[in-house]
C-alpha cells in the first residue's frame, strides 16, 4: 500500500507561481508514473501532468510552457512547479502514483490551489 503525502497548494495572485511536492511512502517495490490531477468545483477531475520513472512527461494543453513536473525517484516524491498562474487553474489539486506490477492506482487526498485577486 502506498500513502501519499501532498503539500504546497494555497492562494497565490494570477500571475503568481506554487510548488507542489508529493511524498510516497508505504511500499518497497517500484513507483512507476507519478503525477497530478485537478478538479475544479462542478467539473470533472482531468489530467494535469505525468512523468514516467525514465522522466518522460506528459503535460495538458492548459498547462504547458507554465508547469513544469519533475520527481526524485530515489526519495519518491514528485513536485508540480506552478508559474504564471490564472484563475482558470483554481481547483483542487490530486497526487496520483501507479505500480505497474501490481495494476494500482493510488491517489492523495488532495490540495487546494486557488488563483484569486
Known amino acids: 500500500q502506498v500513502h501519499l503525502v501532498e503539500s504546497g497548494g494555497g492562494l497565490v495572485q494570477p500571475g503568481g507561481s506554487l510548488r507542489l511536492s508529493c511524498a510516497a511512502s508505504g511500499s518497497n517495490r517500484r513507483i512507476d508514473n507519478m503525477g497530478w490531477y485537478r478538479q475544479a468545483p462542478g467539473k470533472q477531475r482531468e489530467l494535469v501532468a505525468t512523468?514516467?520513472?525514465?522522466?518522460?512527461?506528459t503535460y495538458a494543453d492548459s498547462v504547458k510552457d507554465r508547469f513544469t513536473i519533475s520527481r526524485d525517484n530515489a526519495k519518491n516524491t514528485v513536485h508540480l512547479q506552478m508559474n504564471s498562474l490564472k484563475p482558470e487553474d483554481t481547483a483542487v489539486y490530486y497526487c496520483?502514483?501507479?505500480?505497474?506490477?501490481?495494476?494500482?492506482?493510488?491517489w492523495g487526498q488532495g490540495t487546494q490551489v486557488t488563483v484569486s485577486s
Open positions: 496520483n502514483v501507479d505500480q505497474l506490477y501490481s495494476g494500482t492506482v493510488f
Open positions: 512523468i514516467n520513472i525514465y522522466g518522460s512527461k
